[in-house]
């Protein structure tokens, strides 16, 4: 692959469309070989997302929560989603290789190395933002939101669709794992110059309003999930100013 960054001869207009035409049928081979792999074991993959609802249904008076169908296809229909969806995290790696390979020839060597120095972080950040979601945020929202319902509301009995509760599962994690790529976006952005760390101490303040404001927007309309999920960004904040301070205080004695 032809390389300006490194000083190699600049691609043509043509070879970028070429190259990106490549590279995304690469990337849907690796999300349909994904969906097969999910397709075979979607049976383990929803008692895996059930798990959470098995969990605060033990707290609930018996035979008060079920999970049910309102159409013909939509358990069909929920399970491709799962394969679907699956597959993209299953094979999530291999897509983010074939973007990088192909934003990386338009990089300078430095930021490829800057870029480089965050894909395990981000990767980390995202699935423990993900782990926190299915492990804490979804057992406890959920016993609140149906035990509520059951016990304060006076509702004789929850009835969740299969769609709708896999739906609330899956952006349950997908949010907590973007959520968790605050520091990133922070430290990449200190270490850059482009933000001083000081810049972040100053908005500390608003940024918990707007922390709070997301997170109410994003989770379900419930406080324990909201709570958590503004709680950790808190937290993540005040490290990314603390991991930022550090990384940029070089950049800046060197200049």
Do not use: N
Request: with cysteine; proline share 5%; aromatic share 12%.
């Amino acid at each position: 692959m032809k390389d300006a960054g490194q000083g190699g001869v600049r691609m043509t207009l043509s070879e970028h469309i070429e190259e990106l035409r490549t590279r995304i049928i690469r990337g849907l081979l690796a999300v349909a070989a994904g969906f097969v792999v999910v397709w075979i074991f979607r049976t383990d993959v929803m008692a895996f997302l059930r798990k959470p609802l098995d969990e605060a249904m033990r707290t609930l008076p018996p035979d008060k929560v079920r999970v049910i169908q309102t159409s013909a296809g939509e358990g069909f229909v929920t399970y491709m989603k799962i394969a679907f969806f699956g597959g993209c995290v299953l094979t999530g790696p291999l897509i983010l290789q074939q973007i990088w390979g192909f934003v990386a020839a338009g990089l300078y060597p430095h930021e490829r190395r800057v870029v480089r120095f965050y894909a395990v972080p981000g990767f980390v950040l995202f699935f423990a933002g993900a782990a926190l979601a299915y492990l804490v945020v979804m057992p406890w929202a959920l016993d609140f939101l149906l035990g509520f319902a059951l016990d304060e509301a006076g509702i004789d009995e929850s009835l969740l669709t299969v769609s709708s509760y896999v739906t609330l599962m899956a952006w349950g994690m997908f949010i907590f794992g973007l959520a968790f790529q605050l520091p990133i976006i922070m430290v990449f952005l200190m270490r850059l110059g482009v933000v001083e760390p000081s810049t972040f101490r100053r908005w500390r303040r608003p940024a918990v309003v707007i922390i709070f404001c997301i997170a109410a927007v994003l989770t379900h309309p419930d406080v324990v999930s909201q709570c958590v999920l503004a709680g950790c960004m808190m937290v993540l904040y005040e490290g990314a100013i603390f991991v930022g301070s550090r990384v940029a205080r070089p950049r800046k004695e060197s200049a």
